[in-house]
């Protein structure tokens, strides 16, 4: 065994025996369980009702730019290659039209304290088209002084003008992609990307004033190995980046057409997978980077791990957030937004979200309205995923339940869990251990009824 952490224990067996297929709970319930009967129609009314009971929760944004100049081939986005600035352009012009419906059945304040771009590539608009997307977002609603305004920069085609003008239109945190800068893996993967690229786009957010630099990096891409892997995370810890996320990839090329170009036979074997994944956290937490969950490690001073440290860390679309209560408005092609106790996904295919546009309708395709025992179990997977325990007592008080009784099945099942030494459960607490810290999907898919009654239906990306 190897413990390489105060708050957390890397344990391949342990991880072989618990790493089953799982979702990653940035909702609950997963937006594969959402339904067609949850349509424009339902989002309107709900949208209507933010002020029931004299509150009205402040917001978060999400836009979805789906276009790509080219393609990675282990992406898994709704995205859209294309070269044609025309597209983006008639684009944001119904992006701006979904906006105004949403707004005209929008009760509630207009503060926006988050803000985020994600895709494809946000950065792929224009300056003029960036430019037009954030005027029209000032015109609906309040930037707050201080809020967490966010884009997803690929550094292949930035500059520091761009960063600039960025700064200039209120963003201030940024995640950056680079995923591994092995030159073999970054041809074999079709995203060929300098450091050089990449610390320029970085020093610039800096010297910008940007406040938190996130990079995202994967593992399991093809052609890397442990030394190779090593090497990036030298190059990666120099940058010194504010946030680090280090997904796993999860190869799907029966769901994901550009992952039939990855060769199957140059994919890390799943021991290797576990090294590399066991380097990376050794080589952060050494560097004193402090391990949020999931894939996210933050610098100790980060917003995000001092939400962790108070108790404020949340869970939505983006990952781990420090906003908890706000309600979520998403605009594009696939976005997911939460209202109220609802979440409603929009329509994947630029064809229909034109469509139904035009018809004047909000280009909904599918949500769902949770039950009392949806927030109930979402409150769990929340409080485990984000703080790694459960006061059993507050949500007996809040959900109104006896929670041994309710729970007695999941109960059980956590047994076997803690007979590992993933959590430790008493009348009081549910904790998720160091060693279970890595699994905490695992343990919250316990919860999780949907899972419960149909093991078998949904093929997911493995846990680790």
């Known amino acids: 065994m190897n413990t390489i952490h105060k708050d957390l224990i890397f344990d391949p067996q342990l991880i072989r025996k618990f790493d089953v297929n799982g979702p990653r709970y940035t909702s609950y319930p997963t937006a594969d369980r959402f339904v067609e009967a ?85 950065t792929f608009l224009s300056h003029d088209e960036m430019r037009e997307l954030m005027a029209n977002v000032r015109k609906h609603f309040t930037l707050v002084p201080d809020g967490e305004f966010s884009i997803e920069v690929d550094p ?64 399991g891409l093809p052609k890397q190995n442990v030394i190779s892997f090593n090497r990036t995370l030298e190059q990666i810890l120099a940058l010194s980046p504010d946030r680090l996320s280090i997904y796993n990839y999860a190869h799907l090329p029966g769901l994901f057409k550009p992952q039939r170009r990855i060769h199957d036979a140059e994919l890390p074997n799943a021991e290797a997978k576990l090294q590399i994944l066991q380097l990376a956290i050794r080589r952060l937490t050494e560097a004193g980077y402090v391990y949020i969950g999931m894939d996210h490690f933050a610098k100790p001073d980060d917003e995000l791990a001092v939400a962790q440290r108070q108790g404020r860390l949340h869970r939505n679309f983006q990952g781990y957030s420090t906003y908890a209560e706000c309600d979520l408005l998403a605009f594009g092609v696939s976005a997911i937004g939460k209202v109220g106790p609802t979440y409603a996904q929009n329509v994947k295919t630029l064809d229909e979200y034109y469509d139904i546009i035009d018809a004047g309708r909000l280009p909904v395709l599918r949500g769902i309205e949770l039950t009392p025992d949806d927030l109930l179990r979402r409150s769990i997977i929340q409080a485990l995923m984000c703080h790694f325990e459960l006061s059993i007592e507050s949500i007996e008080i809040a959900h109104l339940i006896d929670f041994p009784r309710y729970f007695a099945a999941e109960l059980a099942d956590l047994r076997e869990m803690e007979k590992n030494g993933l959590v430790q459960i008493d009348d009081k607490w549910i904790s998720v251990q160091p060693a279970g810290r890595m699994l905490v999907r695992a343990i919250a898919m316990v919860f999780d009824r949907y899972l419960r009654a149909d093991r078998e239906r949904t093929r997911y990306s493995k846990v680790i």
């Open 38 to 122: 949850f349509n424009s129609e339902a989002l309107c009314d709900w949208l209507g009702k933010r002020t029931i009971g004299g509150v009205g929760k402040p917001l978060s944004l999400y836009f979805h730019i789906p276009f790509c100049n080219t393609i990675c081939y282990y992406c898994a986005c709704n995205k859209i290659i294309t070269k044609d600035h025309g597209r983006s352009a008639k684009y944001l012009r119904y992006v701006a039209r979904e906006m105004e419906m949403q707004v005209a059945h929008l009760t509630g304040p207009r503060e926006v304290l988050q803000l985020h771009l994600g895709g494809g590539t946000p």
């Open 156 to 219: 292949r085609k930035v500059d520091e003008a761009t960063v600039a003008l960025l700064a200039e239109l209120g963003f201030n945190r940024m995640s950056v992609g680079v995923q591994d800068f092995n030159p073999d893996v970054q041809r074999a993967v079709n995203r060929v990307q300098s450091e050089e690229e990449t610390r320029l786009v970085i020093e610039s957010a800096r010297a910008h004033g940007f406040k938190s630099v996130s990079v995202d990096l994967i593992y």
